[in-house]
């Protein structure tokens, strides 16, 4: 049995991102019902796709332990920082006019959030922000993979999971990738004053911190404007307004951090044993980040393949003008993560929120990863 996990986040939140979210929402009242035109584009959609095939919703429950409440995180004078109650009237099967219905079936995949078991010694709390954070329990402490947006829900979703684990102390935190909805949370997860004291270890792929600066703030007011075109974040949530970001519902309003990684994996591929835990580092720059990184664990034969297996057509452009993405090379990245992992493969991966069978559905429609 092998899990395959990836992030399903991937864009980079800009520093001041989160500020501009915070904006109240437009009001919705000049948005229109569906043109005839939409309707029959739509109404097309749902001809042409097996929306009958629910096997990504039974993927995406597997494992559940527990959530929060509508997935409320609160932040400083209870601010809201996640919720996910506004996206409740998603719960409805038919997509209304107004949402493409593939729109709308994802929409709904992200609506599961909550900590989910992924395999002996390998949880994921999901949709607590756009990002995923996965723990792995190493032999005296904890493995943390990504660490969200804001420091609020990355403290939420530990704490979290410590309601429902042991309580031991990170040992390690693994940036996969330079988009700062992988690092941003980083100190809900650790404290500065542990990395400086070397309780901590802060991994992350060779060039991380020159590639989140330069995405990040040196570009950072052209590509946090598209975004807003691109993700829609001021838009109010409802069936006329914000559906879901593809790889997410939306970004968390909380507080931005980043404390620098301590240890740069440079070779293309690098075994690490890390508190007793084993990791295949795969470097795939290039993919679905200028600096990016995938992570094997043979003892729990579990495949962490960052965002290059998400649900969405991530892996080759986003139109908030962050870099193109190198669709071939990403296409060599997945045939080389097939050798040293999928060979010892006789079960399952997680693609984004499901979990997904990995020699069944991902060689024989390897395109569904992006689909
Ligand atoms: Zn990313």
Redesign the pocket.
Known sequence: MAIWIS?R????ILLAGAACLMIAPSASAQANDAEPATRQANAEVLRSLPFADRADFDDAQRGFIASLPDGLVLGDGQRVVWSMKPYAFQQQAAAPATVNPSLWRQAQLDNFHGLFKVADRVYQVRGLDD?NITIVESDTGLIVIDALLSAETARAAMELYYQHRPRKPVVAVVF????A??FGGVKGVVSENDVRAGRVKIFAPDHFTEHAVTESIIVGNAIRRRGMYQFGPLLPPGERGQIDAGHGKTVSRGTFTLIAPTDLIKDSYELRRIDGVDIEFHLVPGS??PA?MTLYFPQFKVLDM??DTNHTM?NLYTIRGAEVRDARLWSSYLGEALQPSIRSCSGKRPSRTPLRPARSRWKETPASSAS
């Open positions: 992030h986040a991937s864009f980079a990002s996969t990738h330079a988009h909805d992988h679905e980040a990016e960052a965002e991530h």
